[in-house]
């Protein structure tokens, strides 16, 4: 029984759930997140829906809905989050959508949605939005990769009429083998998700089904004894998990902070698609209930063994016991295991992915000592316009870490590739010189990359991390050039700075000297 009086969240995913959604779905009025996802319901979806007022998360994916999307979701002012995809749903995309105000997330993947899409709010938003799974949706803005839409012939005389025939027919025909391509890889991918009981509810393709009660499992109820970091927006533990067959990182999501949600957002939407050795990897997602009914939303990693480089590097005691320093060698190799993750993100991948957070304590280490770059809670994906028009995703005002965000940032500038390079080279100049860039010594006008550009190249080794291990004799040159490359990339200004695709270059050149 379904009563208006109900408040706050209802949540009936995951269950054997069959038949029509009641139209009196509409008298929950006070409900902001109603969750109905993973189960067997079909017919169409009530166009009542839309009187639930004080909706802002309305999750239906996995179900079996059909007939069209209700051009009443439209009067959902305070939508900020909806997914209907893995449904059957049919038609046009209602016009209505792009006038939602707060609508920051639109999965519509996996449907048989055909028409025009529209380009305003979110559907200008190509990260925070997925049409995958409808090929006979067209046009869209152009990050979307949709092919054109047909255009209406005009009534100009029969000779303009078979002319606009001719090219219409020869498009037809292309696109008709376009579309039949879509439909098969499509279906393919479908069938594939179908056919394993694995799949996951949630913004990514990922495989693995993770329930609540595993990681409750696979971390001892959470103990303390298996944390192994925190942050703003999380605690990381660590646990084995039977279904990945591997020991994972768990990483659980502060639901009451501010932005939570938006950050693991922006984490699913890089992590999903990005694939670099010296990356995290993104394995699950979990999102449930936990045992006393509140919400609940984690990602599963693959472990890193060897813990941060910030670990490495200064010793902190609030995660792992180092148990020997990091030689010359083996620092370069980190350095150049991050520049070649951000090379990737910035020049090589689809679209450009900027980090917004690089420190020591985002290089994540595994058992073999390779570098993985990981946290991305504050990625941001740039247009591809070469115009002034940036997407939503690319915010104002990113706010990063003390001492490694660029000082354009405290002006309010956009997120940019060269915001990253400063960051890295600030990694680079603590990496060797074991100094933080927050250290007390830094003030008035002394910075990190003012104490070391002022120390090259006769005072290096008044600079040089006590730690290191490294042959003063070989090695000092090769340290130099490094120095050299971190001051490169930490320059105040912008256009200054080395490019990462060469910063990559020089680091490689560096260490193949080492070995002639």
Same mark, same amino acid.
């Given at each position: 029984m379904l009563l208006p009086s109900l408040s706050i969240l209802l949540s009936l995913a995951h269950n054997s759930l069959s038949g029509n959604l009641p139209s009196q779905v509409g008298k929950l009025i006070n409900v902001y997140n109603l969750d109905v996802s993973e189960n067997k319901l079909s017919g169409e979806i009530p166009t009542a829906i839309g009187d639930c007022s004080a909706l802002a998360y *309305?999750?239906?994916?996995?179900?079996?809905?059909?007939?069209?999307?209700?051009?009443?979701?439209?009067? =959902?002012?305070?939508?900020?989050?909806?997914?209907?995809?893995?449904?059957?749903?049919?038609?046009?995309?209602?016009?209505?959508?792009?006038?939602?105000?707060?609508l920051q997330y639109l999965n519509?993947?996996?449907?048989?949605?055909?028409?025009? #899409?529209?380009?305003g709010r @979110?559907?200008?938003?190509? &990260?925070?939005?997925?049409?995958?799974?409808? +090929?006979?949706?067209?046009?869209?803005? +152009?990050? =979307?990769? *949709? +092919? %054109?839409?047909?255009? %209406?012939?005009?009534? %100009?005389? %029969? &000779?303009d009429a078979l002319k606009i025939a001719i090219i219409v027919s020869s498009t037809c025909v292309l696109l008709g083998v376009l579309l039949l391509l879509a439909v098969f890889l499509a279906y393919r991918r479908r069938k594939s998700r179908s056919s394993s009981s694995s799949a996951t509810p949630s913004p990514m393709d990922l495989h693995v089904k993770v329930s609540y009660q595993d990681l409750h499992n696979a971390t001892s109820g959470f103990s303390s004894e298996y944390l192994i970091g925190s942050g703003g927006f999380g605690y990381v533990y660590k646990g084995y998990l039977n279904q990945i067959g591997r020991q994972v990182a768990i990483k659980v999501l502060k639901l009451h902070q501010k932005d939570a949600f938006k950050t693991l957002m922006a984490e699913c939407s890089v992590l999903k698609n990005v694939r670099h050795r010296n990356l995290v990897k993104l394995l699950s997602y979990c999102s449930s209930m936990d045992y006393k009914r509140n919400e609940f939303k984690a990602l599963i990693f693959e472990f890193m063994e060897n813990g941060s480089l910030d670990g490495w590097l200064h010793h902190d005691n609030d995660s792992h016991n180092q148990p020997r320093n990091l030689n010359f060698l083996e620092r370069l190799n980190i350095a150049?295991? @991050?520049?070649?993750?951000?090379?990737?993100?910035h020049d090589l991948y689809e679209r450009s992915i900027i980090h917004c957070d690089l420190k020591p304590s985002n290089v994540l280490l595994d058992k073999n000592m390779v570098a993985h770059v990981s946290d991305f809670g504050l990625a941001k994906f740039l247009s591809i316009t070469n115009d002034e028009s940036w997407s939503q995703s690319s915010t104002i005002g990113i706010k990063g870490t003390i001492g490694y965000s660029p000082p354009e940032s405290a002006m309010g500038t956009r997120a940019s590739k060269e915001g990253d390079v400063y960051s890295y080279g600030i990694l680079v100049l603590e990496m060797f010189s074991g100094k933080r860039?927050?250290?007390?010594?830094?003030?008035?006008?002394?910075?990190?990359?003012?104490? #070391?550009?002022? &120390?090259?190249?006769?005072? #290096?080794?008044?600079? @040089?991390?006590?730690?290191?291990?490294?042959n003063e004799m070989e090695e000092t040159p090769a340290l130099i050039s490094v120095f050299e490359v971190g001051i490169a990339c930490s320059r105040e200004s912008p256009q200054e700075r080395m490019k990462m695709e060469d910063t990559v270059k020089q680091l490689d050149s560096i260490r193949s000297g080492l070995h002639k």
């Open positions: *309305l999750y239906m994916q996995g179900n079996s809905f059909q007939g069209a999307i209700p051009s009443s979701l439209a009067s =959902l002012g305070g939508l900020q989050h909806l997914d209907l995809s893995r449904n059957n749903l049919t038609g046009e995309i209602p016009k209505g959508l792009q006038t939602l105000p707060f519509l993947s996996f449907n048989d949605l055909q028409g025009e #899409v529209p380009t @979110v559907f200008g938003n190509a &990260s925070a939005l997925s049409l995958i799974g409808n +090929p006979n949706l067209c046009g869209g803005i +152009p990050q =979307l990769l *949709l +092919p %054109k839409c047909p255009s %209406k012939p005009t009534k %100009k005389g %029969k &000779s150049i295991d @991050v520049a070649s993750a951000l090379h990737y993100l860039p927050t250290d007390l010594m830094f003030k008035d006008n002394l910075n990190l990359h003012n104490f #070391v550009r002022n &120390s090259l190249p006769n005072k #290096v080794d008044q600079i @040089v991390d006590e730690t290191l291990i490294f």
